[in-house]
């Protein structure tokens, strides 16, 4: 695996042969993070003495973490509370996260079609990292801190002509990077929001992007 900072700086690559570059977005797409997010967060609020609806909390993620954070600190203390946030996760929720169903064989399905895959997430670059890492993910690189049309940044860097994700702010950077927007339905939206958002392609869950690949493949 190969990572890249955000924000830029990167080498694009060319596809292996004549296969596609497929980004995936990290939580709910590719990784099940929902458990480990929720004990830090359940550590924060322990440890601050203030609460903080968990169930909520995992029922909208995707955009970045002083978003949420928002939520439930004043302004003053974000920062301090983002901080000790990432100081909490790596030992709490990187082991507690799992492969989303069909997350290996959708990446396996664009290597055995010549391409490449990359992550690209609003989740802090270290952190995702070592989520694909603890995951045993096989992409070809990963790119951290960035969100909707951000993610494009990395998207056009690589030459990503495919972007998966769960949220309607994948799909916006999809639309960003022009490339294809393939939603899956496991996160916080429904199949009829995110073709409602314009997802190019709405799939139920990851297990049905190998046979889609195929599909668009044999008809191109």
């Given at each position: ?18 296969g ?83 997350a290996f064989?959708?990446v ?29 993910l ?63 392609v ?19």
């Amino acid at each position: 695996m190969r990572t890249a900072d955000p924000g830029g700086g990167t080498t694009p690559h060319a596809s292996r042969e004549d296969g596609p570059t497929v980004g995936f977005d990290l939580d709910l797409t590719l990784a099940d993070t929902r458990q480990g997010i929720g004990d830090v967060y359940r550590a924060l609020a322990a440890e601050t003495g203030v609460f903080i609806d968990v169930d909520e909390v995992l029922s909208r993620l995707g955009p970045p973490l002083e978003h949420e954070l928002a939520h439930w600190f004043p302004a003053e203390r974000i920062e301090e509370m983002a901080a000790r946030y990432r100081a909490l996760y790596g030992d709490i929720a990187v082991p507690a996260s799992k492969p989303m169903p069909g997350a290996f064989e959708a990446v396996e399905a664009v290597r055995a079609a010549g391409g490449r895959t990359l992550v690209v997430t609003a989740k802090s670059h270290g952190h995702a990292v070592a989520t694909v890492e603890h995951l045993g993910l096989p992409v070809d690189a990963v790119v951290g801190g960035l969100f909707g049309t951000g993610k494009a940044v990395a998207l056009r860097e690589h030459g990503a002509q495919i972007f998966v994700g769960d949220h309607i702010a994948d799909v916006d950077a999809a639309r960003a990077a022009a490339a294809l927007g393939v939603a899956v339905a496991t996160g916080p939206f429904d199949a009829a929001e995110l073709r409602a958002h314009g997802a190019d392609v709405v799939l139920p869950d990851l297990g049905a992007f190998p046979e889609w690949l195929a599909g668009r493949r044999a008809a191109s």
